[in-house]
């Protein structure tokens, strides 16, 4: 039965499960935002961020969040050696480039889905913090303590992405580098190698991404596949490269889940992104904040 404090409820989550999405989602708006680059193997590259930062975790005894962080620069350098091996093998050779290199990333998902599930099986792993299982109370409500990090962490990386892509030279390059690379030659800067860098920042934030995958759920090799059709809907919606879109446009996702979850159940929610998706893509192709 339908009441306010459900519906009041409802929205909490929503927020919070919201920048959830957008955590998760933020790489993929610089690397297919901002790069136009088929980067479908982002899902996949967080939740080979979990199952790293699960090992880190277990066999350190570290925060998930710290060893997260950790895997940053491991996953950054890793990020630059596939643009590079994309762009000598695909982008540099012709128009086609974006259909062949949807191969290839959809290939290296399902390389990384494999290859989880060879090393670490199929079994589910979860960690273990200080504020994971406990929860904050808000009047009659209780907030899990665990979204409400994953809230703290979408508002850092959108606050300090967004200012890094405005405030620095290389930021700027980036923002510009899809649109006009003879221009941003002309400035002194070389197009590949700030796509490189970019590709670099947009995988070393799926490590971070993957630490809050796991902290927030237990996560399992193919878990890529319930979170590649909400992160192309937050990006697309947020408008192709907007890191403060991206936060608006996954608290919209999240809020949406939320409210069809308790409106017709948790089986309607999938069905949410794709439907958002369909309805950005039919009526404002340009997202809801534009490039």
């Known amino acids: 039965m339908f009441s306010l404090d459900?519906?009041?409820e409802a929205l909490i989550f929503g927020v919070l499960l919201g920048c959830f999405y957008a955590a998760v989602s933020i790489g993929l708006s610089v690397s297919f935002g901002l790069l136009d680059v088929p980067h479908v193997a982002h899902p996949a590259i967080m939740v080979l961020g979990s199952y790293c930062t699960w090992l880190l975790a277990t066999r350190s005894s570290l925060d998930p969040l710290l060893a997260g962080v950790l895997l940053m620069p491991a996953f950054f350098l890793v990020g630059v050696l596939v643009y590079r091996f994309y762009?000598?093998?695909?982008?540099?050779?012709?128009?086609?480039?974006?259909?062949?290199?949807?191969?290839?990333?959809?290939?290296?998902?399902f390389i990384i889905e494999v290859g989880l599930i060879l090393f670490f099986g199929v079994d589910q792993r979860s960690v273990e913090a200080s504020y994971i299982g406990k929860s904050f109370r808000f009047g009659d409500y209780r907030i899990p303590m665990r979204m409400l990090v994953a809230f703290?962490?979408?508002?850092?990386?959108?606050?300090?992405?967004?200012?890094y892509l405005s405030r620095t030279f290389v930021g700027r390059a980036i923002k510009a580098v899809a649109q006009d690379e003879p221009a941003l030659r002309l400035m002194g800067a070389n197009p590949v190698r700030i796509k490189q860098w970019?590709?670099?920042i947009a995988t070393g934030v799926s490590a971070l991404a993957g630490a809050m995958l796991v902290i927030v759920s237990p996560v399992e090799p193919a878990m890529d596949r319930v979170y590649i059709g909400r992160t192309f809907c937050v990006v697309v919606?947020?408008?192709?490269g907007s890191m403060t879109g991206t936060l608006a446009a996954g608290l919209i996702l999240g809020i949406a889940e939320s409210v069809v979850m308790m409106l017709f159940g948790a089986s309607w929610a999938p069905a949410v992104a794709f439907g958002l998706l369909l309805v950005v893509l039919g009526l404002r192709p340009q997202g809801l904040f534009g490039r």
């Not at 093998?89 to 290296?108: I, Y």
């Not at 919606?237 to 192709?240: D, R, S, T, V, Y």
């Open 6 to 8: 459900l519906l009041f």
């Open 87 to 109: 762009y000598e093998t695909f982008e540099r050779r012709g128009s086609d480039a974006a259909v062949r290199g949807l191969a290839f990333f959809f290939g290296l998902a």
């Open 152 to 163: 703290a962490v979408a508002l850092l990386l959108t606050f300090f992405l967004s200012l």
């Open 198 to 200: 970019a590709f670099g």
């Open 237 to 240: 919606l947020a408008g192709l």
